[in-house]
């Protein structure tokens, strides 16, 4: 849990770790991500309290050392982290702004996460929620998982792109085509192996809710497709 606070006149962030848990939704990802071969989406340990700051703490000093956009930590305690203000979410952003000003703001955030990449960064849930944008630069928040507890760093990678198109698809439910031409240019300058993995595990996310219209399943194996998705961005 995140709370806006002042501190010397500057806005910052409380952020509180509760317990770990989520043992259910994780076994159950944990099963379809090994059923399905969804490498990218199998679920980082969910940690809580100390245990989760700390791998929060490590992780905005890997990133930041790699060049990428992170708050300041400004302070520490017990299950609690202050951190600096990176400016408004990616998400309040894209509901305030028209359609050009939505793709502007993508393409901007896949050009972070791309040039992020090329530094050897990964994020693990690079949702709207979980990226900032202050006017000027595309920012990023929210590390208390870390994917490479249980996958590689091309997984990871490609478990950004999923993430990232899975989040922003809900601003271009009546644009899905726009979307897609987005996407394509802005991967164009990812790595072979991510785009080929991500495309490995989307396909077979697609091939999962084909197959079960073509046996009269639909709603039992598209529900695991779009269920894998669900736990693998759950909010914690
Ligand atoms: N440093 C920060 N700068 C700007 N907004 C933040 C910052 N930290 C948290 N927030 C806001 O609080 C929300 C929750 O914080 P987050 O770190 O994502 O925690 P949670 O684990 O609860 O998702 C974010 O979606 C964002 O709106
Ligand atoms: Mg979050």
């Not at 999923?162 to 989040?167: E, I, K, Q, T, V």
């Not at 999962?208 to 219209?213: C, E, G, I, V």
Request: net charge positive; glycine share 10%.
């Amino acid at each position: 849990m995140a709370e806006p606070i002042v501190l010397h006149g500057q806005r910052a962030w409380l952020k509180q770790y509760g317990p770990g848990g989520r043992a259910l939704a994780s076994a159950v990802l944990t099963w379809i991500s090994r059923r399905f071969q969804l490498d990218a989406l199998r679920p980082p340990p969910h940690r809580g309290g100390d245990a989760a700051r700390d791998v929060e703490m490590r992780r905005l000093a890997e990133l930041k050392a790699q060049d990428v956009n992170v708050p300041e930590v400004i302070g520490s305690g017990r299950a609690t982290l202050v951190l600096c203000d990176n400016g408004p979410s990616l998400a309040s952003c894209l509901r305030a702004a028209d359609e050009g000003g939505c793709d502007e703001l993508v393409v901007l955030a896949m050009r972070a996460i791309e040039q992020a990449h090329r530094n050897g960064a990964y994020f693990g849930q690079p949702l709207p929620r979980n990226m900032t944008y202050d006017g000027r630069a595309i920012g990023f928040i929210d590390f208390e998982e870390d994917p490479l507890e249980v996958m590689d760093l091309t997984q990871a990678q490609a478990r950004d792109w999923l993430m990232f198109a899975y989040g922003v698809a809900k601003y271009y439910r009546h644009r899905p085509g726009v979307l897609q031409a987005l996407l394509t240019k802005g991967l164009g300058d990812e790595r072979a192996s991510v785009l080929a993995h991500a495309h490995a595990v989307s396909g077979r996310l697609r091939q999962l809710a084909r197959f079960s219209l073509s046996l009269g399943y639909s709603r039992r194996a598209a529900g695991v497709s779009i269920l894998a998705i669900h736990l693998a961005t759950l909010r914690v």
